[in-house]
């Protein structure tokens, strides 16, 4: 069984910068590809970053810029960090794990850690 475990989100003022942590557990080998995907109240789930366990790394266009999402593969960690946020990064962010090549076939979800970027 794998647990995935966040931490990090929080209420920001627009411009300010949050870092959100999923730790996963219950596995010795890492993830090929982990990643983070929000959810706006009434919108579906996007993906907003991946990382694969090479170090490769996608960013929604949104984000590019602003997010970077970082790994650390002995922990079984995924890190995002978000700088210049604005209200419309207001959202439910999860942390998603696979242990195929893509982040768009996720086997793990995280509990979800709210976001909310408002003055």
């Known amino acids: 069984q794998v647990h995935l475990v966040e931490s990090g989100g929080g209420l920001v003022q627009p411009g300010g910068s949050l870092r959100l942590s999923c730790a996963a557990s219950?596995?010795?080998?890492?993830?090929?590809?982990m990643g983070w995907y929000r959810q706006a109240p009434g919108k579906q789930r996007d993906l907003v970053a991946s990382i694969n366990r090479d170090g490769s790394t996608n960013y929604a266009d949104s984000v590019k810029g602003r997010f970077t999402i970082s790994r650390d593969n002995a922990k079984n960690t995924v890190y995002l960090q978000m700088n210049s946020l604005r209200p419309d990064d207001t959202a439910d962010y999860y942390c998603?794990?696979?242990?195929?090549?893509?982040?768009?076939?996720?086997?793990?979800w995280g509990q979800g850690t709210p976001v909310t970027v408002s003055s």
């Open positions: 219950g596995r010795s080998s890492s993830f090929y590809a």
């Open positions: 998603a794990t696979s242990w195929r090549s893509t982040i768009k076939i996720v086997d793990y």
